[in-house]
């Protein structure tokens, strides 16, 4: 039916037979509701006092995490519009690296205020665009309150860290954590132009080794790979070494077709045997006149060519992945060769240190003073896998929120207070903002509010309450900081209590919401094609039903396809 228009009684066909339409206000409404939905089930794990999802995937592999990112992602969301939202938060996640949750949750809200002014018969075009001058002038409030904050403060850099890490289930370690992660900020953080930091956090390799316990986390100044040295006989540790890094293997080349040898005498074993060792042994000698003392290639090194290096006084490592061998280029300086004919001196790599080490249960090898300093690796430790995995999350938020920090060298304080701020001066502001759209501003300041809300409710604060402490304790102009201190639900000096947020999460994370929340409100049409039941290859739970619904004017007679 949905796929006809009624032209003076004959039916013209736009879509294709078992085409899904839905317009006006019911599509915008079931998009609003999925959206909202979405947003919805983030809200209970939202802040210090929030709750963890536990998450089971096809095959029984269970992730317990407290990640917004994560949550979306392994919950595999179906719906188009919900799907949006988990795109704002990837979105999120690449632009801040923390802050998912207050993106998706604030798309959510703005949504809810949307139905209202939609009920009170204000056009989406309205809304949308009351949500965008609304948007742009919370960037700018949020631009001119922000505070300072210097690479050499370690003190709140560390204090960024830790809020970032509040919300993860990192326990004691935090505090530990947010040390290494400001250490490791700073420890690849270059001068670009003339004052400006850069942070490439990729230039953080983040290694995982479960066993040990959360403490037992280390940054090491360089990288770590693991894999362990070759051979017994080889040194398990070189100073001031000269790396060969090789995407060639040292073994004797398998033919690539099957060939058969005929040999005749117990001689002509031999003879082939020590021809093949030749080649080996000339290759390591190649390899020991550049001065190479460490290898590390992608490949295999067979026992004999193991032997031979060991002979050199060689450390070799095999079989590295190619994300490995490529930061090791980057670090030690080293140029990765393919053909072992063209290793030449100038090739290798340097660093202080390499040498292999026992980590829990495991041998690593660490490479320690490359060349290039501006790579490290913060080796995370804990007692099970799914702990690891958690904690790699948390280093992982907390390192992109100390590098916000320093690369825009602007903070603001959590816990609700700069949501409270921001809310104070965008209320002001709307007085002067004419018709309609003042509407749609004061339901942008109320989906801000809901933020602070939702801190208060997960710590089981009655939100209307606090709401009220909020606002009216930020009339005071002294008090712009002022937040929700969760355990005594009084309203306090956030800035004083440390909890403190790069500027970068709250900017993009109030964009990104505003612009899936308008996105979803400008959607009027909603057309989904039939979905495929013949070898569809992944998700097809749902879709069973929809084919009995064909058009009833139209005969299928299998016409066309
Ligand atoms: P997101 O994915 O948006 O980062 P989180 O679950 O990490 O979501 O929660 C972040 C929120 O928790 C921020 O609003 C932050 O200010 C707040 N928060 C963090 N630590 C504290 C604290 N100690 N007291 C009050 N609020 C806090
Ligand atoms: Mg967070």
């Not at 519009?81 to 207050?102: I, R, S, W």
């Not at 040990?212 to 540790?237: C, S, W, Y």
């Not at 948390?394 to 609700?416: F, N, Q, R, T």
């Amino acid at each position: 039916m949905a796929s006809q228009i009624e032209n003076m009684g004959v039916p013209v066909i736009i879509l294709k037979e078992g085409s899904q339409r839905t317009t006006g206000r019911e599509a915008l409404r079931n998009n609003m509701m999925a959206a909202i939905a979405v947003a919805e089930i983030l809200k209970t794990t939202y802040g210090p006092k929030g709750m963890d999802k536990m998450l089971v995937d096809s095959l029984g592999d269970v992730t317990i995490t407290n990640d917004g990112a994560t949550i979306l992602d392994k919950m595999d969301i179906q719906h188009p519009a919900g799907k949006m939202l988990v795109q704002a938060a990837k979105g999120q996640d690449e632009e801040a690296g923390d802050g998912t949750k207050t993106s998706v949750i604030f798309a959510g809200e703005l949504l809810r205020q949307a139905e209202d002014l939609i009920d009170r018969n204000i056009h989406p075009t309205i809304i949308i665009q009351g949500y965008k001058t609304a948007v742009d002038k919370a960037v700018e409030v949020l631009n001119s309150i922000a505070e300072p904050v210097s690479i050499d403060d370690t003190e709140k850099l560390i204090k960024v860290a830790m809020t970032s890490l509040n919300s993860k289930a990192v326990g004691e370690a935090r505090e530990y954590f947010a040390k290494i992660v400001v250490d490791a900020a700073r420890a690849v953080a270059e001068m670009r132009g003339d004052k400006q930091y850069y942070v490439d956090i990729n230039n953080v390799q983040i290694v995982k080794k479960h066993g040990g316990a959360l403490t037992d986390t280390q940054l090491v100044n360089g990288i770590v790979i693991d894999k362990e040295v070759v051979h017994p006989d080889m040194p398990k540790r070189v100073e001031k070494a000269r790396i060969a890094l090789l995407d060639a293997p040292l073994e004797i080349q398998k033919p690539e077709i099957d060939m058969e040898i005929s040999i005749s005498s117990p001689d002509s074993i031999k003879r082939l045997l020590d021809k093949q060792e030749k080649i080996l042994q000339d290759k390591v000698e190649k390899i020991a006149a550049t001065g190479a003392n460490v290898v590390i290639t992608q490949k295999g090194i067979d026992d004999i060519a193991q032997h031979f290096l060991a002979k050199k006084g060689i450390l070799a490592v095999r079989r590295v992945k190619r994300s490995d061998i490529e930061k090791l280029a980057k670090a030690t300086g080293a140029k990765i060769v393919t053909n072992l004919d063209d290793l030449k001196p100038e090739d290798l790599g340097y660093a202080d240190l390499v040498e292999e080490r026992k980590v829990g249960e495991d041998k690593m090898v660490f490479i320690e003073g490359a060349k290039n300093p501006k790579s490290v690796t913060i080796l995370v430790r804990a007692g099970f896998e799914r702990m690891v995995d958690e904690a790699e999350r948390a280093i992982h938020d907390a390192l992109s929120s100390v590098a916000d920090a320093i690369m825009d060298g602007k903070i603001v304080a959590g816990g609700g207070a700069v949501e409270a701020e921001v809310a104070k001066s965008l209320r002001e502001w709307s007085k002067g903002v004419p018709g309609k759209v003042q509407l749609a501003v004061e339901a942008f300041v109320k989906a801000l509010e809901a933020l602070p809300q939702t801190l208060a409710t997960n710590a089981g604060y009655d939100p209307i309450d606090i709401l009220m402490k909020l606002r009216s304790t930020h009339s005071d102009q002294s008090k712009k900081w002022y937040g929700i201190d969760l355990n005594t639900g009084n309203i306090v000096d956030m800035w004083a209590k440390g909890v403190v947020e790069p500027l970068r999460v709250k900017v993009n994370a109030y964009k990104a919401g505003t612009e899936a929340a308008t996105l979803i409100l400008r959607i009027d049409d909603m057309v989904a094609a039939k979905r495929s039941t013949t070898g569809g290859p992944s998700g097809k739970k749902e879709g069973g039903k929809e084919e009995e619904e064909s058009s009833p004017s139209t005969s299928s007679s299998g016409s066309s396809d």
